[in-house]
């Protein structure tokens, strides 16, 4: 079955860059989409298509994408974004949804 | 403003079956697909599977093929998850989300359902 690799955690301090990478063979083929889940609260649409970001979506999260990975970039990461964040594409042939691992953001 | 609401959190018994719902609103029902999240306690996201409620167009993930049904009432604007025997392996958050995009079954999922927990214990 189709899997989409994230790192399992990421640490940077106020003010920093967060880069999250997501890898999958059938990215080059298939849109990426990235969620923001903070505890208790469910999923939210940060990026999606690869690199667009919805209304309402701060402009220092940015989502870019390069052969079988795609990358969330998070400028000037606030103590509020803070999260489990989650890739999810499809399979090469566009029949399977598929959601990466996540990884947990940690502000220091 | 495009809403989708779930059925409240639920305790069942292992055997037991349940059916979950997820009503949507502002806007077309029938013209966006809906899936079905899985997330089990402090995991990640899992793709159960999606709902055209415009034909009840229906996929599952292999993973849970045989083990859920997916359904829709689009008179009532509102799609269902249903097992027909829970097993304790069932207990966890169930997120509906709708597809942002009408024309695709594949797309990012926006908004999501507020989730409903269910907790199969015998």
């Known amino acids: 079955s189709y899997e989409l690799t994230q790192p399992p955690s990421v640490s940077v301090s106020p003010g920093q860059t967060a880069r999250i990478t997501c890898s999958g063979d059938?990215?080059?083929?298939?849109?990426a989409y990235w969620y923001q889940q903070k505890p208790g609260q469910a999923p939210v649409l940060v990026i999606y298509?690869?690199?667009e970001r919805p209304s309402g979506i701060p402009e220092r999260f940015s989502g870019s994408s390069s052969g079988t990975t795609v990358t969330l970039t998070i400028s000037g990461v606030q103590a509020e974004d803070e999260a489990d964040y989650y890739c999810?594409?499809?399979?090469?042939?566009?029949?399977?949804?598929?959601f990466g691992g996540g990884t947990k953001l940690t502000v220091l | 403003e495009v809403q989708l609401v779930q059925s409240g959190a639920e305790v069942k018994k292992p055997g037991e079956s349940l059916k979950i719902s997820c009503k949507g609103s502002?806007?077309?029902?029938?013209?966006?697909?809906i899936g079905w999240v899985r997330q089990m306690p402090g995991k990640g996201l899992e793709w159960m599977g999606i709902?055209?409620?415009?034909?009840?167009?229906?996929r599952y993930s292999p993973s849970f093929q045989g083990q859920v049904t997916i359904s829709a009432d689009k008179s009532i604007s509102t799609a269902y998850l249903q097992w027909s025997s829970l097993k304790a392996s069932d207990t966890a958050m169930y997120y509906c989300?709708?597809?942002?995009?009408?024309?695709?079954?594949?797309?990012?999922?926006?908004?999501w359902g507020q989730g409903t927990l269910v907790t199969v214990s015998s």
């Open positions: 989300a709708r597809q942002s995009d009408s024309s695709s079954s594949e797309g990012g999922f926006d908004p």
């Open positions: 502002g806007y077309s029902f029938t013209s966006y697909w």
């Open positions: 709902i055209y409620p415009g034909d009840s167009d229906t």
């Open positions: 059938a990215l080059p083929k298939q849109y």
């Open positions: 298509k690869d690199s």
């Open positions: 999810q594409s499809a399979d090469s042939s566009g029949t399977w949804v598929v």
